[in-house]
């Protein structure tokens, strides 16, 4: 049966020297990246002018180049075409920039030929506040290490791990699934990083290499900071104690794709939503900081207190850090 591969969104895409307009066919049935996996990317927004972190995704996705590619774009060329695609745009959207190999190498079809390394800047509206509370389970997959997977760099060849435990979570009749380590350690969700609140203390997984410490989240940890709130880096495992029961603590996720949102309820497998634990993580209680999230988010987005609609952080000026120069 034939599927529309037409773009969802108005879409745009820096590739060979020019912008295309909506989802141009760049990879074929030959190429390395279509079976064997060899994509990079990275993810950041823009919206009301701004793009946070554009220069700090720029670099990342070069970072994860150089695994196996060769003639990476500098990360400010990448970020000049950005904002030349952005002022194709009326709305809010995301930018992946990415890179692929289009050839195996000679004797080795598996592995990459650096030499055929492909670039690509793709930008598609996608608007922002579009984040609901949701429900969480814990998956019965985990995160690999840097021993098993390419854990140190963002690339394609990870998320159907994602997947997978997206697609497990909501056939048990949630939305997500927290997500541990090889160790038992609570890494993060199957598509963000994660928080705990519990007694006005801020904790987030210590990064161990099995999960991308994120750019967004940085931020958020930098925010929190600067408005006073102690934020810890720890390992937290899977426990279902009666004191874990009891324990209230909250959950909240960042990531830059949208902004950072808060589970409505959680439970293990085989329990129903909003039974049992947070798998580590304690009971859900609703709290002070936890309700004022849905708003601070969008001042972490941003990456500027300016843009605060709540009153957990100071308001001010519209900060223009990462706007257009």
């Given at each position: ?133 949701h429900s969480l389970t814990l998956s019965p997959y985990r995160r690999p290490t840097p021993e098993c997977a390419m854990t ?174």
């Open positions: 049966m034939a599927v529309d591969t037409s773009a969802r969104t108005t879409t745009w895409t820096y590739v060979d020297g020019e912008w295309i307009s909506g989802n141009p066919p760049l990879i074929g049935p030959v190429s390395h990246a279509m079976w064997l996996g060899s994509t990079v990317f990275d993810g950041a927004r823009w919206f009301d002018g701004i793009a946070p972190d554009l220069d700090a995704h720029c670099r990342r996705v070069n970072r994860s180049a150089a695994i196996w590619h060769e003639g990476a774009v500098s990360a400010e060329e990448i970020e000049r075409l950005t904002w030349e695609g952005i002022g194709q745009f009326d709305g809010d959207g995301n930018l992946p920039p990415m890179y692929w190999a289009e050839h195996g190498e000679v004797g080795s079809v598996v592995a990459p030929d650096p030499a055929s390394t492909r670039f690509a800047l793709c930008l598609f509206e996608a608007p922002m506040h579009t984040a609901k509370p140190d760099a963002k690339t394609g060849s990870l998320y159907p791990n994602s997947g997978r435990m997206i697609v497990e979570a909501r056939a048990r009749g949630f939305d997500n699934a927290l997500v541990r380590d090889m160790n038992g350690n609570i890494a993060e969700t199957a598509s963000s990083n994660v928080f705990m609140v519990k007694d006005g203390v801020v904790f987030t997984p210590a990064a161990n290499r099995t999960f991308l410490a994120g750019i967004t989240r940085a931020r958020v940890i930098g925010l929190l900071r600067e408005a006073g709130y102690e934020v810890r880096r720890s390992h937290a495992v899977d426990r279902d104690s009666d004191a874990e029961r009891s324990s209230p603590r909250q959950l909240f996720q960042s990531r830059a794709g949208q902004q950072a949102r808060q589970p409505r309820t959680a439970g293990g497998p085989g329990r129903p939503q909003g039974a049992g634990t947070l798998h580590g993580l304690g009971t859900q209680h609703p709290g002070r900081l936890t309700l004022r999230l849905p708003t601070f988010p969008y001042n972490t987005i941003a990456g500027c207190r300016g843009l605060c609609r709540a009153p957990l952080l100071p308001s001010g000026e519209k900060c223009r850090a990462n706007a257009r120069r």
